[in-house]
Structures are given as structure tokens and as C-alpha cells.
């Protein structure tokens, strides 16, 4: 009995998410209006999601246009946060292609996994990126906002290293096999180490003994998280 009604809650939790989502990407693109809520949800039973929702006190309706209460508003941009943060995880770090990428991310966001400490850590691993691959914005976190004044993201592009700089492969964005085959066989894989020795008019890099050239291309999807040097 308990668990019956425990799983109906969540069930419940889970569309009153989907709608506050939805809600969310309506207002970005100014379209605010219970109808387009209606005509747009996937859910059957839509108005008793949003009587639901309205009852709860995290959105309210007037004259046929909807809006978020604070408590609302808030739960809308950690799913959306949450949700475009897996996206930019997903299709950086494990090359998820754009089309698989919209059912994964759903999954993971529906699924509960990514408590707000995970989603920050994603964010601070991933440079606190400003939109997902959509070119959505991706609304900012405490991690984001503590950078801004104090931390350099962990993971950044080879081209932001300065000269001199010794740096450990994370990892390597290239969506191209022959890219990566060919970055591999020069030695260029997660876990080594480099030094930058210039920038112009190629990336000069020495991994172990060997100097390459890169180009900014290439250079610009290799990432790396700097050394401090004692
Ligand atoms: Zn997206
Ligand atoms: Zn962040």
C-alpha cells in the first residue's frame, strides 16, 4: 500500500516536472499562453497536471496566459539545468549524436540521478558551458556563479593554455573517427601530460620527447585540465 502510493506520487512529480519544463521553453520563446501549454504537452490529461500544479501553489493562470510562482520557477530551472547539462555532458564527453541525444538526456533527468551536488560537479567539469548543444541557455548554478568570482574552470581547450603550460588530457571532443585515429596514434590520448611551446601559427606541443603541430582545429578540440606547477 505504501509503495502503491509512493509510486503514484512520483508518478504524479514526474508530469508536473515534464509540464513546469515545458512551461519553461514556452516562456524563452514567448509564448506564455495556457493554450500553447495544452497544444504542446504530451501528457493525455495536461489541465489536471496543471490544476494539479496550480494547487500546489508553483504556477498560476490568469485570463488564459500562465506564469510561475517563485517555488515554481525555481523547480523549472533546476530541470532545465539539469537536463542541458546531461546534453553538453553527453554529447561532449561521449559523442552522443544530436538526434540520439534528446532521449538520453530525458532519461537521466527523469530517472533522478543527478542530485543538485552531481549537476554542479557536470557543470564545473565541463567549464560551466553557457548553452546546451541546441544553443539553449543553460541557467547558471552556485558553482557557476562562485567561478565567476573565484575558480577557473577544470577542463578547458588546449587553445586556452598559456605558453609554457603543462596540462593532463581529459579528453578529446573530435566527432571525426579519422581525427581521433590519427590524435591516438601521435600519443595524444586521455591520461598523458603536454607542454605548450607556441601558439603561432601552430600549436606547438611536446608529449614525452616528441614536438607536433597542431592546428587550431584540432587543437580547439583537445581538452585538458592545467597542472599547477610546485
Ligand atoms: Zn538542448
Ligand atoms: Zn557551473
Request: net charge negative.
Amino acid at each position: 500500500m505504501m509503495d502503491y502510493h509512493r509510486s503514484r506520487d512520483r508518478f504524479d512529480e514526474d508530469r508536473i516536472d515534464e509540464v513546469l519544463e515545458l512551461i519553461w521553453m514556452l516562456r524563452e520563446e514567448g509564448e506564455s499562453h495556457l493554450d500553447n501549454v495544452k497544444k504542446r504537452s504530451e501528457d493525455p490529461n495536461v489541465s489536471q497536471v496543471l490544476t494539479l500544479a496550480v494547487s500546489e501553489g508553483l504556477i498560476s493562470t490568469d485570463h488564459g496566459s500562465i506564469s510561475f510562482r517563485p517555488e515554481g520557477e525555481k523547480r523549472a530551472e533546476n530541470i532545465i539545468r539539469r537536463h542541458r547539462l546531461a546534453e553538453r555532458l553527453l554529447s561532449e564527453v561521449f559523442e552522443i549524436e544530436e538526434k540520439q541525444l534528446e532521449d538520453h538526456a530525458c532519461e537521466l533527468e527523469h530517472t533522478h540521478v543527478l542530485s543538485e551536488v552531481v549537476v554542479d560537479s557536470i557543470c564545473t567539469f565541463l567549464g560551466h558551458p553557457p548553452t546546451c548543444p541546441h544553443g539553449k541557455p543553460i541557467p547558471r548554478g552556485e558553482c557557476c556563479r562562485k567561478f565567476s568570482n573565484e575558480m577557473k574552470p577544470l577542463v578547458v581547450p588546449l587553445t586556452e593554455l598559456s605558453l609554457g603550460d603543462e596540462a593532463r588530457i581529459v579528453f578529446i571532443s573530435s566527432k571525426y573517427h579519422a581525427r581521433l585515429d590519427r590524435l591516438s596514434s601521435l600519443g595524444i590520448v586521455p591520461g598523458g601530460t603536454l607542454r605548450l611551446h607556441q601558439k603561432q601559427p601552430a600549436y606547438l606541443i611536446r608529449i614525452g620527447e616528441t614536438d607536433l603541430a597542431l592546428d587550431r582545429e584540432l587543437a580547439k578540440e583537445i581538452f585538458v585540465k592545467k597542472m599547477l606547477l610546485s
